[in-house]
């Protein structure tokens, strides 16, 4: 019973293409990231939607566009794909966790997107 | 602007030794600082966290020392094993903010 679900796990594609990945969490969560992770591990965030309204919209080409059609959803797509855009993307999910004093995310299993 | 330096990239200890990884921040504001740990193809998840009101947390064989002072926070993981290899991520938050800032891994190998 996964909390925190993306699909799909790998996606490999032509350059100009436009494609999109699906996050499903069954957290009950508020909160919804995107974060991309390069080659080198290291983790960026894209966006966070917080009740399906976009809080926060880091610098990312707008070729990068968030859907939250419910709060238990965020979908990421991609228009006109470029090599550049080859990495792992996460969504995650968070709330804030009184055992830690702040927030815990909840991250998916990555989509790694693989442009040609 | 790398707000959270993390040191070292890579680590190799053997089997029961004492692995430590170390971050520095300079932003005084940050008031929440946790830890991730990545197995390879999976996502992050959350490994263990402190606020800055304290100078230790333990939980089992992991450990966060922190010096507010130094700005400076590390993770000490104690009689490490082979599935502790993992990349180790720290992060600092901004109070007011609920979006961490991530150092960018170490990756510890734990040689049996």
């Known amino acids: 019973d996964t909390a925190v679900s993306q699909t799909p796990k790998y996606l490999v594609t032509q350059m100009g293409n436009d494609k999109s990945i699906k996050c499903e969490q069954n957290?009950?969560?508020?909160?919804m990231y995107w974060y991309k992770q390069d080659s080198k591990k290291f983790l960026k965030i894209m966006f966070s939607y917080n009740n399906k309204e976009l809080i926060i919209n880091e610098t990312v080409p707008n070729r990068f566009s968030p859907k939250s059609p419910d709060k238990a959803h965020l979908n990421l797509h991609i228009n006109s794909l470029e090599l550049g855009d080859s990495a792992v993307y996460f969504c995650?999910?968070?709330?804030?966790?009184?055992?830690?004093?702040?927030?815990?995310?909840?991250f998916g299993s990555g989509t790694q997107l693989s442009v040609l | 602007q790398q707000q959270v330096k993390q040191s070292p990239q890579s680590l190799i200890v053997q089997k029961g030794g004492i692995s430590i990884i170390n971050c520095a921040y300079e932003?005084?504001?940050?008031?929440?600082f946790p830890w991730y740990q990545q197995f390879p193809g999976k996502g992050p998840a959350l490994l263990i966290a402190?606020?800055?009101?304290?100078s230790e947390k333990k939980e089992g064989r992991f450990t966060i020392s922190f010096n507010k002072s130094a700005k400076q926070f590390s993770l000490h993981i104690m009689d490490s094993q082979p599935g502790d290899s993992a990349t180790y991520f720290c992060?600092?938050?901004?109070?007011?903010?609920?979006?961490?800032?991530f150092g960018r891994g170490t990756s510890l190998i734990v040689h049996p």
């Open positions: 402190i606020r800055p009101d304290v």
């Open positions: 957290l009950g969560h508020d909160t």
């Open positions: 995650a999910s968070s709330q804030y966790s009184s055992g830690t004093g702040g927030e815990k995310l909840f």
């Open positions: 932003n005084t504001a940050f008031d929440y």
């Open positions: 992060a600092a938050k901004l109070g007011g903010s609920y979006i961490p800032t």
